[in-house]
């Protein structure tokens, strides 16, 4: 898959297949190309050449109206910036999008995901009244209470300290481990390999390593002696 916007190249030639339940963490530094290869998966944006195929179907030449029905359906977003409502309560928040496709959702399933999140007791309050972490959690559970095919994270915790990401980041392999969906986390931190069951390297739009780089507790054990991204080229 190619991408261009308008004479800026965002994705070369870029190849990723997911396994099914299969948590997928894309790493790499600021400007690789990471948001533009999530926004294309998700229908977002198009390629400006090659296909996306999500559960088998090809996405890349449906029209809006069919890739609306997708999102709602097959595909769910969590933005680093959260996109929580500020209007309504953390409760209407999470059912937000049963409410806007009049869909339900298992009882048990809403009470379990809303308690492994540490929500319960925050149900009836407004988004603005709990912390950033706490926020993130919301946007992770409104994106897992559709029981989408695919769950695609945007640096989901970006600006958290260590605890609150780990919090995060559990939550979102909990939905690989339990629910039989996939998740595509993109960072530039490379400490969320660690959750992760594959970890690809992208660089100015390239992989630079293909799945099969360690994921999990080795590639905590290098993510350790990784130089700051920015500042040098470990690969």
Not at 180 to 209: C, E, F, I, W
Request: aromatic share 4%; charged share 25%.
């Amino acid at each position: 898959m190619t991408k261009y916007y308008g004479a800026k190249k965002a994705l070369e030639d870029t190849t990723l297949r997911c396994p099914k339940k299969d948590f997928t963490a894309v790493l790499g530094p600021p400007g690789a190309g990471k948001t533009t290869l999530l926004r294309c998966a998700a229908g977002l944006d198009r390629p400006t050449s090659g296909t996306v195929s999500i559960a088998g179907q090809n996405i890349t030449d449906m029209n809006e109206a069919a890739l609306d029905v997708l999102r709602s359906e097959r595909v769910s977003y969590v933005f680093s910036s959260r996109n929580l409502l500020p209007s309504l309560t953390v409760a209407e928040n999470l059912t937000l999008p049963l409410r806007l496709t009049k869909r339900s959702a298992p009882p048990s399933l809403v009470i379990d995901l809303v308690r492994r999140a540490g929500l319960s007791e925050h149900l009836d309050s407004m988004p603005t009244d709990l912390c950033q972490s706490r926020q993130q959690l919301v946007a992770v559970v409104r994106a897992m209470i559709t029981s989408p095919a695919v769950i695609l994270a945007d640096d989901p915790a970006r600006g958290l300290d260590p605890r609150s990401a780990g919090e995060v980041l559990d939550l979102l392999a909990s939905y690989v481990r339990e629910h039989d969906g996939n998740v595509l986390l993109a960072s530039h931190d490379p400490m969320v390999a660690a959750y992760a069951d594959q970890t690809v390297l992208l660089k100015s739009g390239r992989v630079v390593r293909e799945p099969g780089f360690p994921a999990g507790k080795a590639a905590l054990e290098r993510a350790v002696h990784l130089a700051v991204w920015e500042a040098r080229d470990p690969f």
